[in-house]
């Protein structure tokens, strides 16, 4: 039999569908125009198709859908967050989960409680939201990306790796003003380019030397476990659960901390969480992000708008 050619079935058949308004290029073109060459004051129905953010673009699923049906009204102690934490901690090996409903909300909490002027927080490359509000606080947001990085003709499997000689001469020199490290993956202010297996490690090797908390963005963790397997070698014969979960196996010890986002790899319409071990005295920094949590965004285990999201994330 010929092997040459394979046919790709998606394993899943489309329920509903949502029509688009087709638009000629000199309608585009006016509605540019119009919009004072600022794309965000287009009209969506304008846009034909929008590359804006790779946020709630993608289909939920039947089951999904399904799971919002649950999704408690309770104003504490809802059974949805409870579903939720179980099944993050089911993945994610940490003691703290903390829901917000956007990641600039989760950022917000964050910075205020690490940032400050005079600090430096480095990344391979910071994110739009993550730069504004490090930098809201005071501090001096640091990208520390990898030459190759910066270059998109060059080819490279990992072009969104943090550079270890930089970062471990920035700790060297001033390791007391950096209140956490913070790696992204994949590395998207970059090309949604990925980080290798290695590179988390290293990161997280030179951190432990200075004693500085590592704090992993995982908003494409999954994506990123795929480039892994693609790319890096001795991966290519796990599954992405284990790879996902070797990534996460040495916490605490790989990383202090991490974000996800619910409305990318996760494929839900709303929400973000952090989590982070329970370390000696980096448990206090968890209960003052759970003060901010409660008095400026949501109480730990509301349910409300976030609870279908909550239901949906188990599914």
């Avoid at 790779?54 to 408690?72: F, K």
């Avoid at 270890?164 to 992204?184: K, Q, Y």
Wanted: glycine share 8%; with cysteine.
């Amino acid at each position: 039999m010929d092997q040459s050619f394979r046919t790709i079935i998606e394993p899943f058949r489309i329920h509903s569908v949502e029509p688009l308004r087709m638009t000629t290029a000199d309608e585009r073109s006016a509605a540019i125009e119009q919009s004072g060459f600022n794309l965000f004051n287009l009209h969506a129905e304008d846009v034909l198709i929008d590359l804006l953010t790779d946020s709630g673009t993608g289909a939920m699923s039947r089951d999904q859908w399904a799971a919002i049906q649950h999704g408690d009204e309770s104003y504490a102690g809802s059974p949805s967050w409870f579903r939720f934490e179980s099944a993050v901690k089911d993945l994610f090996p940490f003691e703290h989960v903390i829901p917000t409903h956007q990641g600039r909300a989760a950022e917000k909490i964050l910075f205020t409680v690490v940032g400050g002027a005079g600090k430096i927080v480095p990344n391979n490359t910071h994110f739009d939201t993550t730069r504004a509000n490090v930098e809201a606080s005071g501090a001096e947001a640091r990208d520390l990306v990898i030459s190759e990085g910066h270059d998109a003709a060059t080819i490279h499997p990992f072009k969104g790796n943090m550079d270890l000689d930089a970062l471990d001469a920035l700790l060297a020199e001033r390791a007391s003003d950096v209140p956490v490290v913070f790696l992204t993956i994949t590395n998207n202010s970059g090309g949604g380019q990925p980080v290798s297996l290695a590179n988390v490690r290293g990161v997280s090797e030179i951190c432990r030397r200075y004693g500085v908390p590592f704090f992993l963005d995982a908003c494409r963790f999954a994506e990123n476990a795929w480039f892994i397997h693609e790319r890096e070698p001795g991966q290519g014969d796990r599954d992405e659960g284990r790879r996902q979960r070797d990534r996460d196996a040495e916490s605490p010890e790989t990383f202090t901390a991490k974000r996800t986002t619910l409305t990318k790899n996760s494929k839900i319409g709303i929400g973000r969480f952090a989590r982070s071990a329970n370390l000696g005295s980096f448990v206090p920094f968890f209960f003052v992000c759970l003060v901010i949590l409660v008095v400026k965004i949501v109480l730990t285990r509301l349910a409300r708008r976030l609870g279908g999201a909550l239901a949906e994330a188990t599914f």
